[in-house]
């Protein structure tokens, strides 16, 4: 199941559509990183100012290393040494959808480790927009059956796999790195 899953995920995004998925945190609103149209399908979905920065999905630190021109040697430590997931911003980010980028050049990232998002992420080889399945504002969905069917119905495809797990999931830390290497911590 999980490979036919993978499959019809990645040719939904391929298409420009967007996905409701398992991520190795809470379940993602996803879509194609780099693809600005179903970026900004994902901002309409979860009713979000554009200003608000969302986090990319990779499966490897040689991929981070293709959208991050500099990162500096405490994140690669950082990413190693985590226990729980751990969401990075990056300074110096490029070949992400516009608006996936902040004003200052900035963007999050998180390499995923968790079975079906790193295989999604392997095969889709590019970034995956992972987004809280909620509207903005509304509390986060811990679980598959805590998302609203408003999220639901306004995706173009949901993921199948692991829909009946009833294990609560928690975001990921988020700290900004800046080039200099100086750690701040935006999400504890």
Not at 7 to 33: F, H, N, S
Not at 54 to 61: G, T, Y
Not at 85 to 112: H, Y
Not at 133 to 142: D, L, Q, R, V
């Amino acid at each position: 199941m999980l490979a036919d899953e993978v499959k019809k995920a990645v040719e939904v995004m391929r298409a420009g559509g967007v996905i409701l998925y398992p991520t190795d945190t809470i379940w993602g609103i996803g879509c194609d990183a780099t693809n600005e149209e179903a970026v900004k399908k994902v901002f309409e979905i979860k009713r979000r100012a554009d200003s608000k920065s969302m986090i990319s999905l990779v499966d490897s630190a040689d991929r981070l290393a293709r959208y991050v021109r500099n990162v500096p040697d405490v994140a690669w430590d950082l990413i190693d040494l985590a226990t729980t997931p751990l969401t990075v911003v990056f300074d110096g980010v490029s070949g992400l959808a516009p608006s996936m980028i902040a004003e200052d050049g900035s963007a999050a990232f998180r390499v995923t480790g968790e079975e079906f998002s790193h295989e999604l992420c392997y095969r889709f080889q590019k970034p995956i927009v992972s987004t809280s399945a909620n509207i903005s504002g509304e509390p986060t969905a811990k679980t598959f059956a805590e998302i609203s069917d408003e999220i639901k119905d306004a995706v173009d495809y949901v993921v199948r796999y692991n829909q009946r797990c009833k294990e609560k999931h928690e975001p990921s830390k988020i700290v900004k790195i800046g080039i200099d290497g100086q750690v701040k911590i935006i999400r504890g």
